[in-house]
């Protein structure tokens, strides 16, 4: 069974203005679906094939470099445009909202880790907040497709909300704006999709 694009949980243009629609149209319909099928690809006729994305990311030493980048960018964009919502915003409350502020001191202590690990990844990556195996919350990142599920990971935990950083997720908006672009993003987070991965991961 291969692996399948997902559907965009929205309109191309629902996140605007913070992200555009050409932008979407393209993240989506390009990138996201060029590292669909070249994951499939990647694994066609091998042992890979029939294992959930996360079984092989959890492996993916292992497994050629093909397999890493791509299957890193199939789970990475399904997880991303989930996170992300036309009437996200604001601030998580509930459990979320406790593990943040235990974590991080407050939602603005969490919003100004987050926003240094995505601000100061050189080069092409990701930011993420992650629940770590002792159940805590963290703030890390990665570069290129990495993510903090693969066992080569610095920093492993299951990730809970994840900010794509490479170019191609903003410069036709924001050019070599990064920072505004993750000021932005703050006003589209899904914290209802986070408290729900959040809730599956401790
Ligand atoms: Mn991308």
Redesign the pocket.
């Known amino acids: 069974m291969a692996f399948k694009l997902p559907d965009l949980p929205y309109a191309h243009n629902a996140l605007e203005p913070h992200i555009d629609e050409k932008t979407m149209q393209i993240?989506h319909g390009k990138?996201?679906n060029g590292y669909t099928n070249k994951l499939n690809a990647a694994i066609e006729g091998s042992d890979l094939a029939g294992k959930s994305i996360e079984d092989i990311l959890a492996g993916v030493s292992k497994h050629s470099g093909g397999v890493r980048n791509n299957g890193g960018?199939f789970y990475?964009?399904s997880l991303?445009w989930s996170v992300m919502s036309p009437n996200g915003g604001g601030t998580p409350s509930g459990d979320l909202g406790d593990a943040i502020n235990k974590a991080f001191g407050s939602f603005d202590g969490f919003k100004d880790a987050f926003s240094a690990a995505a601000k100061t990844r050189f080069g092409s990556g990701w930011a993420w907040l992650i629940v770590k195996a002792d159940g805590s919350l963290a703030v890390t990142s990665t570069p290129n497709q990495d993510n903090p599920l693969m066992d080569i990971a610095e920093e492993k935990g299951t990730p809970i909300l994840g900010l794509?950083v490479?170019e191609?997720?903003y410069y036709l908006n924001y050019q070599n704006r990064r920072p505004d672009y993750v000021g932005a993003f703050f006003n589209v987070i899904n914290w209802d999709e986070v408290s729900k991965r959040f809730a599956a991961a401790k």
């Open positions: 993240h990138h996201h960018g990475n964009h991303f794509d490479w191609h997720a």
